[in-house]
């Protein structure tokens, strides 16, 4: 397998797929700080402890606007991305399954150790791990690839949200012991403990059958965004226009409808299945054609500009996040784990991420890339790759 790939020049980069990333990575930490500072999240009753007007708002405002729309959107890049690495492999005749297999287990050990050792929301460990199941899809033709992802999809979610129906009146309870439990865990001073906790909160998410149904619901997401890539859609903007404006009204009107639609009728949660993965498809589908046909105007392309840097190096910005907030909340850093309101949390990010913009900006003037994708790429190719932008040969770029 040859390794000798230049990278994607910075004049010919698809900015608004990087400014779509950069938005994913602020939309999930808006979300995840939710879950990162407090039990409720997971556990539930966050309306019996965060029952103030603000809070109460803010948490609608989160529930339509992000949860579950920016990990989707995220996911769908993910896939537009293997599919671009894909064509420049093939295209220099390398070995596309053996150098994808590799980069995604770096990305499976980047994930167990992020999500043992950090928090126990990582997305990482499974993007790698169902990651590898896209392998099987690469060479799949491209009806038979929005075939199986519509199929992958709607049949997960609807299968899931009868079982919930059914069960509906059993369904809104919370474990006031497991919520304590967490709430002493990470304030405590001491590692262990914490990680202990984390281990406990990662096996409840992700154990059983529920990896399943979030591979059933992952891996749908990876192949539109390799169908999107091969159609070109975002590449040739202009030559798709109309397209692209049709998809925007299509998947603006189920946004609207799935994700803020059941406000209307009490917002039962036996539909929330339904809300996230569905109503969180169409939304994250509406973000990156949004951010694509506004990319398209000078002034457009101003309004996106904080994201592109940020999104040129999504993975070192997601695992910041989630140092600056083990820092923040848990009980070896300022313990502030279960005292943040939703809105508290809002403003928390919305700093945060201001600062991530500049320094992206600051880092992207000196290194050709991130320091995790540096570290990825180096780990993917066996040798220290090229940093700074001064230096001569440069390494494979996304």
């Known amino acids: 397998m040859g390794t000798n790939f230049s990278p994607t020049k910075e004049n010919n980069r698809l900015v608004w797929i990087d400014a779509a990333r950069g938005f994913a990575i602020f939309g999930i930490f808006i979300v995840n700080i939710g879950a990162f500072s407090a039990p409720y999240f997971m556990h539930g009753g966050a309306e019996q402890v965060w029952n103030s007007p603000l809070d109460l708002m803010a948490q609608g405002f989160i529930d339509i606007f992000f949860q579950a729309s920016f990990y989707t959107l995220f996911s769908i890049l993910f896939g537009f991305g293997i599919q671009l690495l894909k064509d420049r492999l093939v295209a220099r005749n390398a070995d596309v399954q053996s150098f994808l297999f590799k980069r995604l287990i770096i990305l499976i050990g980047f994930g167990i150790i992020h999500a043992l050792f950090i928090w126990h929301g990582d997305i990482l460990l499974s993007y790698g791990l169902i ?11 491209d009806h038979l690839l929005i075939a199986w992802g519509v199929f992958l999809l709607v049949g997960s979610v609807g299968m899931l949200s009868l079982a919930m129906y059914g069960a509906r009146n059993y369904l809104g ?12 865990n990470y304030q405590s001073s001491s590692l262990l403990t914490i990680w202990s906790q984390n281990y406990e909160d990662w096996t409840y998410a992700n154990g059983g059958i529920g990896f399943l149904f979030l591979a059933a619901t992952l891996l ?3 192949l539109f965004g390799m169908y999107i890539a091969r159609k070109r859609w975002l590449h040739e903007r202009e030559k798709h226009v109309v397209t ?3 998809i925007w009204l299509i998947s603006l009107i189920a946004f609207v409808t799935i994700k803020m639609g059941p406000y209307l009728f009490g917002n039962p949660i036996w539909f929330s299945y339904i809300q996230d993965n569905i109503g969180g498809t169409a939304s994250a589908i509406f973000y990156i054609v949004s951010i694509t046909l506004l990319a398209r105007s000078k ?6 500009q904080p994201f592109i840097s940020v999104g040129r190096m999504a993975l070192t910005n997601y695992l910041l996040q989630s140092v600056i907030s083990f820092i923040l909340f848990y009980g070896v850093g300022f313990g502030l784990y279960g005292r943040i309101t939703p809105a508290a949390g809002i403003a928390i990010v ?6 991530q913009v500049f320094f992206s900006k600051w880092w992207f003037r000196r290194f050709r890339f991130g320091p995790m994708e540096w570290i990825w790429r180096s780990l993917t190719y066996n040798s220290l790759q090229p940093f700074r932008k001064n230096t001569g040969k440069r390494g494979e770029g996304e």
């Open 131 to 141: 990651g590898l199941l896209l392998l099987l899809f690469l060479n799949v033709r």
């Open 173 to 184: 309870g919370y474990n006031e012991t497991v919520i304590n439990q967490a709430l002493t």
């Open 220 to 222: 749908p997401l990876f």
């Open 244 to 246: 692209l404006k049709r």
């Open 299 to 304: 002034l457009g392309l101003k309004l996106v």
């Open 350 to 355: 919305l700093i945060i991420f201001t600062v």
